[in-house]
């Protein structure tokens, strides 16, 4: 089975412009994320709207294909880059370009989901410490997904779900596994065709959650687990904790 990486990147961006362009450790932002992909996939691409993410990308030996300026998601992004790239590939993998420690072993962990035939769509997911605090699980930005005993997703919610009825909310993380979506996402190719084409949904809507309108539609997406924390990159502060990271981690110059 191959496996095409393809990493949605806009220049235009409410909360941060040009962040793909970010300097993060003396490479761009998109520079890292497509780094961390290159090798793990069959091939990899940055799919953008701009020349400049374009010629940025090609400056450090990148692959890149320049795609439409009206799309409203990644996926639709991702469905066009990879209608231009063609190839003989079965899954479409979609890595956002504000993920620049995205790891190997995540990438590794989605692929593992096609070894299930019947799998449509994949994602990741990461438990919840039990030292997290509830503070930390109530998050809205950080949507969770309750999935059934065949790793499928039953839904994603930016409220805490499942309700503990009877148990005081401190004690919410010591008696239940809680999943953090974590927002990688994976496609067979015929399968992503048929998704780009449907309206929006009234639960994608309520809970400007994307993939909610696939399972409204009558999709399974599949969910592997990983351990890994990530930082992803929203605002100028983001970068200012990921410039942080790299040099506790030693990694800025590599």
């Known amino acids: 089975m191959k496996f095409l990486g393809i990493i949605p990147a806009r220049y235009a961006s409410t909360r941060f412009p040009a962040k793909p362009l970010a300097m993060l450790g003396g490479k761009t932002v998109i520079q890292r ?6 090798g793990v996939l069959d091939d990899a691409y940055v799919a953008t709207d701009d020349e400049r993410i374009e010629a940025a990308v090609k400056a450090f030996g990148g692959k890149v294909v320049m795609t439409s300026v009206n799309h409203k998601s990644g996926t639709d992004r991702c469905y066009e880059a990879y209608t231009k790239i063609g190839g003989a590939f079965e899954v479409v993998v979609n890595i956002q370009g504000d993920e620049p420690f995205i790891q190997p ?43 059934n005993r065949n790793m499928n997703a039953l839904y994603f919610s930016r409220s805490v779900i499942p309700y503990q009825r009877n148990a005081e909310k401190k004690d919410w993380l010591k008696n239940h596994t809680y999943y953090k979506h974590i927002g990688l996402y994976a496609y067979r190719v015929e399968v992503l065709k048929e998704i780009t084409s449907l309206p929006q949904s009234p639960l994608e809507l309520a809970e400007s959650l994307e993939q909610l309108r696939w399972l409204e539609n009558g999709y399974t997406i599949k969910a592997g687990i990983t351990e890994v924390e990530t930082i992803g990159i929203d605002t100028p502060q983001d970068l200012e904790r990921a410039e942080m990271f790299l040099k506790e981690s030693g990694r800025a110059a590599k």
Do not use: M, W
């Not at 994320?33 to 290159?38: D, G, I, L």
């Not at 590794?108 to 030292?131: E, G």
């Open 105 to 147: 072993s995540q990438l590794q962990a989605i692929k593992a989901c096609f070894d299930d035939s019947t799998t449509q769509i994949a994602t990741l997911v990461k438990p919840f410490a039990a030292d997290n605090g509830f503070e930390v699980l109530e998050n809205a930005n950080s949507p969770k997904v309750v999935l």
């Open 33 to 38: 994320v497509y780094e961390q992909v290159a």
